[in-house]
């Protein structure tokens, strides 16, 4: 049985697969396999309508856990990979539902989700709020779990990055995720301290991610920090997103300092050792 999300031994490594064709999809979860991802988020605007069929089959057959993402089109230019549908926001909701009786062990849902992107990434208006946590409760009921992310455009301090993951919780989330960009290096330093926070206070799993060149190391560091996933990819393509570090370097990065954390007992080859080996 595959595992769910919160089942997984933290940190793990997330391979983001944003893949247009059903074949390809399979191909490129199948490298981020050997290069010893745990589990891998699909992001859903960019595959092709006739392979959603397709689709279906290859979430029923992973042996690693599959959630889905379904960003805005405004989102995923970051990417780099062409035009994608511009669904409004109960479609990409309600796609990422359908899944789910699929084999997707989980949805990943903005907390902005229902209006219109916010530049502190939460949606606060009451209808937009309601219709997160029946999200949740549904997801809830088929068994599987939410990941409530937050992408702000504006940087967050530490104390709003922690108020973020208040909220996922309070909305019905099982993990949290938090974006937002870092002007500098010292800034990056308090998303740091607010991952170090949320683990030490036993919030929800969350990784976050300081955005922008200042911020790249956070998406190995903030991790092994919070013990949560870094967000990787199984490889850098022409023109696409270069700040998610590939898959292999990203695993042995995290064993490496999730041992020195542990202290030198745990510096002996055994940590991030996935289910399966």
Known sequence: MVARLTQLPRPFVVAVVVERTAPAIAAEMQRSAYAGAHAYE????????????????????????????????????????????????????????????????????????????????????EAAVKKQVETAAIAHELGKEVIFSCHATDPLSRDEIVGCVRLAEERGGDLAKVVAPARDEEQALEYLAAAAVIRRTGMLPTTVVASGAAGRITRLVAPALGRSWALCQERFSDGGFLDQPPVAEAREALRILTALSDGPSRFDGSAMQSEEE
Do not use: H
């Open 42 to 125: 699909l992001n859903l605007p960019l595959v092709d309508p006739k392979d959603w069929e397709a689709l279906r089959a290859i979430l029923a057959g992973s042996e690693r856990p599959v959630y889905t993402s379904c960003r805005r089109a405004a989102f995923m230019e970051v990417y780099a990979r062409g035009a994608v549908p511009s669904w409004g926001e109960d479609e990409r909701v309600a796609r990422q539902l359908a899944l789910l009786e699929e084999g997707s062990v989980a949805l990943d849902i903005e907390l902005d989700a229902f209006e219109p992107a916010q530049a502190s990434g939460v949606a606060t208006g």
